[in-house]
């Protein structure tokens, strides 16, 4: 069935560094890729998303591209502040009726 | 507009016993999913209505059951409560009849189990 793998954490940077957490998935057909976030104490939102193969979705610095090829969608940003410390979910719809989730990466982020 | 909001946020039962929690929804959507979250397993899907149906149910046991109403709002229920049903409960809604994968979530109702 349709699964997502992240990378574990966590991942300790400094502020301003550079970010990418990686994600892969398995999937059959052409399933739509998504980036959630979860900050402490919250429920999860949207971060971006990506519908089809090299598109790249973006959302407040951060951006993924939807690869086809490597079956990947990591996410990056270029310099990360204290406050983009929180839960990175990756997840993918596919034919399925239900969003599937990857088992989340916790950034922290130093000042 | 309002986001989704779950009540309650917290609470505590024991072993046996049965809780309720709600979900309503944001305005205009007729979507609700429901999930739970454990630092074990994750973010696992339990069911999703659309217009007062259950349209979706994840792999739980029949002790978890939830229901719409006409207004879209949801509950679910677990009866007997084991420990391992501690976790963080979260809702999420989305705007129309097919499941896109963007959602919206509430809070979540943090359950624990003694």
């Known amino acids: 069935g349709d699964s997502v793998t992240q990378m574990e954490g966590p991942v300790t940077l400094s502020e301003e560094a550079f970010l990418t957490i990686n994600c892969t998935y398995t999937a059959t057909g052409y399933p739509s890729l998504f980036w959630y976030v979860q900050y402490p104490g919250e429920g999860l939102q949207l971060l971006l998303k990506?519908?089809?193969?090299?598109d790249k979705g973006s959302n407040k610095g951060f951006e993924a591209t939807y690869r086809k090829e490597t079956t990947s969608f990591h996410l990056e940003k270029g310099s990360v502040q204290v406050s983009d410390s929180a839960v990175y979910f990756c997840?993918?719809?596919?034919?399925?009726?239900?969003?599937?989730f990857g088992s989340g990466t916790r950034l922290l982020v130093r000042p | 507009k309002a986001g989704v909001t779950q009540t309650p946020r917290y609470l505590i039962k024991t072993r046996g016993q049965q809780v309720t929690l709600s979900c309503s929804p944001i305005?205009?959507?007729?979507?609700v999913s429901w999930y739970q979250q454990t630092p074990g397993q994750g973010l696992q899907f339990l069911f999703e209505y659309f217009s007062e149906t259950q349209r979706n149910k994840g792999n739980f046991p029949g002790r978890f059951s939830g229901r719409q109403f006409s207004n879209s709002r949801s509950e679910m229920n677990v009866s007997t409560l084991e420990l391992g049903d501690s976790a963080l409960y979260l809702c999420?809604?989305?705007?129309?009849?097919?499941?896109?994968?963007?959602?919206?979530f509430g809070e979540g109702s943090r359950l624990t189990v003694l």
């Open positions: 997840a993918l719809k596919g034919s399925s009726y239900k969003l599937i």
């Open positions: 999420a809604s989305s705007l129309g009849q097919q499941n896109t994968g963007e959602l919206f």
């Open positions: 990506a519908t089809k193969a090299d």
């Open positions: 305005s205009g959507h007729r979507s």
